[in-house]
DNA sequence: CAACTAACGGAACGGGAGTCCCGTTATGGA
DNA sequence: TCCATAACGGGACTCCCGTTCCGTTAGTTG
């Protein structure tokens, strides 16, 4: 029971040189046991081993395996796809869920997505960095659907966000709950469905 | 390195009696850890000694906690809610998305189905039951899609099982990757969205 | 370029998850 | 009803996950 008031975290006194190899390092090892074999086998002792890092160090600084996705997804978020403009919304979701489709349907993304979900549903911080992170991504591409409103596409009321997120989710609902082939046809018909309950006006606000 | 051939799973010689007892108690035990405390604490010994069972057999039984989360949903997969007709397409796709709503917003239900999605994640043999699971749920709910083709609702090629899919995925979507509440207005939402691309031939077969 | 110390790494340790052994219970069939 | 044995249960045992200790390495600051 430490009486001490909050230490700092290992890491963020020097974050340079060392730390941040090692962080690079152990991540990397990370993504490859999640790909391999899943979050259910993710032992740490394994990574450090694969990361040539010392077992101490790994349990010291992320202390488990849902703390380690957690860094894992933090990591991931850094490097955003810039969004594209085609001009219509339907051009706009398309683009944006075959983003989605490929990303999924990558063998390695793949899994580190489904890893990282996984820890979602078991780890509160897990969930709160999962939740950032498509936060973030779904702000990313509000824009377009605002400009469609704005062209006359879409309702005023349209909510840009409810929008986005139907986009994605039959991606995601076919992933985790069938044995379907994530392909293109899929992401084009979820942009396609978005785009026309969009001008129906299906996700207006006030409604 | 057994050399022998294929040995008779325990429980399937002698199914009754004190084999199910054993089993009710060990799942109903299983449901209480995960909705407390969530699959990444799922501790077979745990769940032997409030099963008030020898911690053997659960290990003998089960193996492991994906095992005894994949029989959990086999058991959850037996009771069947019957499915309402309406008359209309959208009365349909909205009683449908509103009995997932509750079931996902009531906080056991809602933490066993995270579980058993966790668990799909990590061991192929939950995702084949989680799999087996929803293609009952989506071919039970078919025939409404069916019904609105004939009345002229959707177009004769519209896919039934995908428009059933689109009708749920916005709400798992919305349970996991975001803090949102999962209240009715999202289940409508999700319903009316469904309805309105469906009606304009966004879930076509040929399309 | 020193000095200070944050962060790492090896090694030894403790505890609990999972296994094994074998005696006990009670089910399904004759 | 009785028998053969499937299935359970307790307890001892093993192994490895996670922790602790402490010496070593290398950022950071002046």
Redesign the interface.
């Known amino acids: 029971m430490e009486s001490e008031g909050h230490e700092t975290e290992p890491g963020t006194t020097r974050p340079g040189g060392r730390t941040a190899r090692v962080r690079a390092a152990v991540l990397e090892a990370a993504g490859d046991v999640l790909a391999e074999h ?4 993710l032992d740490l002792a394994d990574v450090a081993r694969r990361a040539g890092v010392g077992k101490t160090t790994v349990y010291r600084r992320w202390g488990t395996a ?1 703390g380690l996705v957690t860094d894992l997804l933090l990591d991931m978020a850094q490097q955003s796809v810039p969004r594209t403009e085609t001009g219509s919304l339907l051009g706009d979701l398309t683009a944006n869920a075959r983003l989605v489709q490929r990303t999924l349907a990558d063998p390695r993304q793949g899994a580190l997505f ?2 990282v ?2 820890a ?4 509160p911080k897990a ?2 960095a ?2 950032g992170f ?2 973030v991504r779904v702000k990313e591409w509000a824009p377009c659907v605002r400009q469609a409103a704005a062209r006359g596409e879409v309702p005023e009321d349209t909510d840009p966000y ?1 929008v986005i ?2 986009a ?3 991606l ?3 992933l ?4 379907l082939p994530l392909d293109e046809a899929a992401a084009d ?1 979820a942009a ?3 785009a ?8 207006g606000r006030g ?1």
Chains 1, 2 share one sequence.
Do not use: N, V
Request: proline letters at 2%.
């Open positions: 899943g979050f259910a086998h849902t489904k890893a979900i996984a979602a549903t078991c780890d969930a709160e999962l939740h498509y936060a409810e997120r139907a994605s989710a039959p995601y609902y076919r985790l709950t069938t044995d018909r396609t469905a978005t026309a309950a969009a001008r129906a006006g299906a996700f409604a």
